[in-house]
């Protein structure tokens, strides 16, 4: 029998355990990530799907009101999440488990369920018949973005010469002559007032954490989060703070650099670098992130060109809506 449970902090330890060994998971549907938010931020209504006494999945998830509607969401507080399975899961206990999930969302009064699954680069192995399971119960498709990613080669020789385009390469062979040097595990506190600045001037945008919760973040994930960053002598000239989500891939959360050193070309010296670096510490893939704005509604082509001139190539994120209503 399948049981479905609302979480409850007697079982943080359980459910930090089954994500750490899931097939889908990263730190971000960890309690302890999604615990640095303020207690009054979101409704938190995370479930945990059992059977035979046994974690199979869980859901990340808050209560999110939209005029009249109740929406179970995949849990606003990480970039992605959805269900998080363990990775023996077969298809037939994958359309049990979305069944239970349907069932219990109308017995508990919501109008709509929202996820956002973890994309597939993030995954320890093949795990299709989780959104096949999702797509044959009547999930569709809300939005779909666009993300770029480079799959890194361990141990091949010559690796950035191979994927970087012409114009890349040169400005990394620039950079490479102009002094600049990379600093693995920067000081955040050089770098915060370079991205506000950056952000502020090209996107009239702020950072999505503040640099309060970006230093707790930190603190909670000392060798997971870190700062790539370029330096001409003590100045910092341009940074990537990275997300080690999980074993496999280096999530890109913040790039930015100090437009008065632009022509020394820092950002393509610390993609390099972290091109590099996670081939030779047995990473998968590196990941840019998103170049889509308005949920996909809108295609910010010279950030793709950019991301694309390192090698990478897309990958979907695509997120679901299931309607409720249509199951009473």
Known sequence: MLVVKSYSRELENEWEGFVDSSVNGTFMQERKFLGYHPSDKFSDHSLIFIEDKKIIAVLPAAVVQQEDKRILYSHPGASHGGLIIKSSLSTKKCLKLVSALIEYCAMTGFDYIRLKPVPRIYHSGLSDQLDFALRFSGFEIEYTELATALELKKGKNHFLKHVMSSTALRNY???????????EDADINDYWAVLEKNLELNHNAKPTHTFKEIKYLKELYPDRIKLFA???????????????????????????????????????????????????????????????????????????????????????????????????
């Open 173 to 183: 062979q620039k950079a490479l002559k102009s002094g600049l040097s990379v600093i």
């Open 230 to 328: 370029a330096y001409k002598g003590s100045i910092l000239t341009a940074g990537v703070l990275v997300f080690l989500l999980n074993e496999r891939v280096i999530n890109c959360f913040y790039i930015a650099h100090d437009d008065r050193y632009q022509h020394m070309r820092p950002l393509n010296l610390v993609f390099g670098y972290m091109m590099e670096w996670g081939g030779q510490n047995s990473f998968s893939y590196l990941d840019w992130g998103i170049s889509t704005e308005g949920k996909g509604s809108r295609v910010n082509t010279g950030l793709f060109q950019f991301k694309e001139g390192f090698g990478g190539h897309g990958v979907l994120r695509e997120s679901y809506l299931y309607d409720v209503n249509n199951t009473r």
